[in-house]
T-cell receptor
Framework: GQQVMQIPQYQHVQEGEDFTTYCNSSTTLSNIQWYKQRPGGHPVFLIQLVKSGEVKKQKRLTFQFGEAKKNSSLHITATQTTDVGTYFC??????????FGAGTRLFVKA | DTAVSQTPKYLVTQMGNDKSIKCEQNLGHDTMYWYKQDSKKFLKIMFSYNNKELIINETVPNRFSPKSPDKAHLNLHINSLELGDSAVYFC???????????????FGPGTRLTVL
């Protein structure tokens, strides 16, 4: 069945360092969404990418959607302790089903 | 004015018991979901309802039975609870009723189920 692989599973960084998480789908996606889950919290929507090669920025966060619409990345510049949490990508091929990646847990040391 | 609410927030119970988790959304959304998140944080879709109609039913034991009395509510009943059912269960809703939708999902706060 369709899969969305996400790496790395964990990332420990020093505050101020950059962080990147990657998602790869086994099939072409119609769109991809990114969510953030703080420790003890619930997933919260960050952004959606729809177009091939799309790049979107939110302050220190940069999101990319690959040309083939099979991969995506989230890059955080100069991490802060408030960035701690699990970042999920979620792929759609159409329809109601969302395929979530396994998530990348980000730990930031002050 | 919580958008997606779940009750209870915590549920501790013995193996073999039957329990229910309730979910309500006041966003006017057409589609609702149940997800299970295990200890490794993996989010797995269980069920989805669109306007009270079951549209997604993943490979979930039939001890789990969802019920949607109206499009604002999606409850989850679990029979004969097992140790492996311990997890956080998230309800989510989405506006779209179209088959192809780019709508955002809004998650509830989660119900942490512990089976002893």
């Amino acid at each position: 069945g369709q899969q969305v692989m996400q790496i790395p599973q964990y990332q420990h960084v020093q505050e101020g360092e950059d962080f990147t998480t990657y998602c790869n789908s086994s099939t072409t996606l119609s769109n991809i969404q990114w969510y953030k889950q703080r420790p003890g919290g619930h997933p919260v929507f960050l952004i959606q990418l729809v177009k091939s090669g799309e790049v979107k920025k939110q302050k220190r966060l940069t999101f990319q959607f690959g040309e083939a619409k099979k991969n995506s990345s989230l890059h955080i510049t100069a991490t802060q302790t408030t960035d701690v949490g699990t970042y999920f990508c979620a792929g759609h091929t159409g329809g109601f089903k969302t395929i979530f990646g396994a998530g990348t847990r980000l730990f930031v040391k002050a | 004015d919580t958008a997606v609410s779940q009750t209870p927030k915590y549920l501790v119970t013995q193996m073999g018991n039957d329990k229910s988790i309730k979910c309500e959304q006041n966003l006017g959304h057409d589609t609702m979901y149940w997800y299970k998140q295990d200890s490794k944080k993996f989010l797995k879709i269980m069920f989805s309802y669109n306007n009270k109609e079951l549209i997604i039913n993943e490979t979930v034991p039939n001890r789990f039975s969802p019920k949607s009395p109206d499009k604002a509510h999606l409850n989850l009943h679990i029979n004969s609870l097992e140790l492996g059912d311990s997890a956080v269960y998230f309800c989510a809703s989405r506006p779209g009723s179209r088959l192809i939708s780019t709508d955002t999902q809004y998650f509830g706060p989660g119900t942490r189920l512990t089976v002893l």
